[in-house]
């Protein structure tokens, strides 16, 4: 017999296939020749780490490399985000980083603002474990914050 959450938990166990599958199968990992944008990122508190490389024409984010370590949430996380941004506009861009950051906290999205995420809707779970919350968001910030410093200097 079918209990009324049945449809949370089938929802649980998709974004957690979502987030397995790209931990263990981590998208745009090759390196970018000559990109416009070559950064660092780490959290010294837990050890995640990653290289982020993009080449940026007209505006928009034409290729991305993605490579590093860390935990699930951090490798899955980094994934569906170069997975997103490629071909978007750096104000699109923008504008999702926005979206994972209210997504994180909790806060209610539209189902337009939803359907810019995409799979990376799957992420809402880390929620329920705050500490983790950094851990999700540690490429997209460091890719928001080099794309502003990129377009401040063009």
């Known amino acids: 017999?079918?209990?009324?959450?049945?449809?949370?938990?089938?929802?649980?166990?998709?974004?957690?296939?979502?987030?397995?599958?790209?931990?263990?199968?981590?998208?745009?990992?090759?390196?970018?020749?000559?990109?416009?944008?070559?950064?660092?990122?780490?959290?010294?508190?837990?050890?995640?780490?990653?290289?982020?490389?993009?080449?940026?024409?007209?505006?928009?984010?034409?290729?991305?490399?993605?490579?590093?370590?860390?935990?699930?949430?951090?490798?899955?996380s980094a994934s569906l985000l170069a997975e997103l941004v490629k071909g978007k506009s750096t104000d699109d861009v923008h504008t999702a980083v926005d979206l994972i950051r209210r997504l994180l906290k909790g806060e209610e999205l539209t189902d337009e603002e939803a359907d810019v995420l995409g799979d990376i809707e799957a992420l809402a779970g880390v929620r329920k474990f705050p500490v983790r919350i950094k851990c999700a968001l540690l490429s997209w910030i460091g890719l928001d914050d080099a794309l502003k410093e990129f377009s401040s200097t063009k």
């Open 1 to 76: 017999m079918t209990g009324g959450m049945s449809g949370l938990s089938d929802m649980d166990d998709l974004y957690e296939a979502i987030i397995l599958d790209h931990y263990r199968s981590p998208r745009n990992t090759a390196p970018v020749e000559e990109p416009d944008i070559d950064l660092d990122v780490n959290n010294p508190f837990c050890g995640d780490e990653f290289h982020i490389q993009l080449k940026v024409d007209d505006d928009a984010v034409s290729q991305v490399g993605i490579t590093g370590r860390g935990c699930a949430i951090s490798q899955a």
